[in-house]
């Protein structure tokens, strides 16, 4: 139920960001968005551990990530420079946006399929927020080739790196409230520093590093009481519908969409050629971890990957304010809005792969 609601509610943002001028609120609405993505990304790195005596292991995650958003990247900007003749430069920031797997839409529902124990959300949970954070350090790079090299952006990697290293090495030792609420409060204060940096320093960092590190700080003791238990299911409701708010939320942050002189039927051509090729990079993690899942569970892991969102808009909306538009970024913005559409059909296939039921207990 939870899955056809957050589909829903994608669904309808869709049709508000092409229905109605959200122009004029932009700014609220982006400011809103963010502080949603940044409690859903607290509440994972609040739930996130790693075994530091097995640390090796995580390069391989890291590998694993980096490559299944690389061969997206790289497929779909072939494709742009191929069909439509785009710079290669262009190429590589439009196409960026098939990399980074929707971490916020991504969590919220596997959990809401009742995935949350199981080793395909924290398999997943890993390479998503990898994912993202690969994302993240390649568009310094591809900055440069736009703008040249600013100060500004040491100062951003400087920053990633005091934030991972804070992540690892203190790691759930802050021992804070966090119950649903505080979470929603360390949400907003989050954005409004990345706010504040952004237009003091004019140093930009997404929210997503910032808020996950905050919550792999936090202190989650899953000894909770009976009372903290009691409380925490009253906070059910908050929490599902600051979910359901972000999902329609990044529905009304598409782009405008306009085809100029292309066809609708060619259009649905490219937006699927693209779609494919985006989805078929994401398929990597099916080549791995063998001795870990079996090939259903793996396959399921890759189509886990599939949904994208709020990262993949921001790569959109960054290659926008760059001038860059024309027929490949409209395609783009086309193919980000039907893997949004599909991402209840997604989770629907990975729930069919793993064999799914109302009994399942958290285990393969």
Same mark, same amino acid.
């Given at each position: 139920m939870q899955i056809i609601l957050y589909s829903s509610l994608l669904i309808l943002g869709m049709i508000v960001s092409q229905a109605v001028d959200l122009s004029n609120i932009h700014l609220p609405l982006s400011t809103l968005t963010m502080i949603c993505l940044a409690?859903?990304?607290?509440?994972?790195?609040?739930?996130?551990?790693?075994?530091?005596?097995?640390?090796?292991?995580?390069?391989?995650?890291?590998?694993?990530?980096?490559?299944?958003?690389?061969? %997206?990247?790289?497929?779909?900007? =072939?494709y742009f420079i191929g069909i439509f003749h785009t710079h290669w430069k262009e190429a590589l920031l439009i196409a960026r946006f098939a990399a980074p797997t929707s971490a916020g839409v991504l969590f919220a529902m596997l959990a809401a399929a009742g995935l949350g124990t199981t080793w395909l959300f924290r398999k997943a949970q890993v390479l998503a927020i990898f994912d993202d954070l690969d994302t993240v350090l390649l568009m310094i790079p591809l900055q440069i080739l736009f703008t040249g090299m600013k100060t500004e952006l040491i100062y951003v990697i400087i920053l990633i790196?005091?934030?991972?290293?804070?992540?690892?090495?203190?790691?759930?030792?802050?021992?804070? %409230?966090?119950?649903?609420?505080? =979470?929603?409060?360390?949400?907003?204060l989050v954005t409004l520093f990345c706010e504040m940096l952004e237009h003091s320093a004019n140093v930009h960092l997404e929210v997503l590093l910032p808020s996950f590190a905050l919550g792999c700080l936090l202190y989650n003791s899953h000894n909770l009481s009976e009372e903290k238990n009691s409380f925490e299911s009253k906070m059910v409701f908050f929490d599902r519908a600051?979910?359901?708010?972000?999902?329609?939320?990044?529905?009304?942050?598409?782009?405008?969409?306009?085809?100029?002189e292309m066809s609708i039927s060619m259009a649905v051509f490219h937006v699927l050629m693209i779609t494919v090729l985006a989805n078929l990079g994401k398929?990597?993690?099916?080549?791995?971890?063998?001795?870990?899942?079996s090939l259903r569970q793996r396959i399921a892991l890759s189509i886990a990957m599939f949904p994208r969102g709020e990262v993949g808009a921001g790569v959109l909306l960054l290659a926008i304010n760059y001038g860059l538009g024309g027929i490949a970024t409209t395609l783009a913005c086309l193919s980000l809005a039907l893997n949004l559409l599909l991402t209840g059909v997604f989770i629907g296939i990975v729930l069919w792969l793993i064999g799914h039921d109302k009994k399942i207990k958290g285990k393969f």
């Open positions: 409690y859903i990304m607290i509440e994972v790195g609040l739930e996130f551990s790693i075994d530091k005596k097995k640390i090796k292991s995580y390069g391989t995650d890291y590998l694993v990530a980096a490559t299944a958003a690389a061969f %997206p990247w790289i497929f779909c900007a =072939l790196v005091f934030l991972l290293a804070g992540a690892y090495f203190w790691l759930h030792r802050l021992k804070w %409230p966090v119950h649903h609420g505080w =979470l929603m409060v360390y949400g907003i600051v979910k359901g708010f972000f999902m329609l939320l990044v529905g009304c942050s598409l782009p405008k969409i306009s085809l100029g398929c990597f993690p099916a080549l791995c971890y063998r001795k870990e899942a």
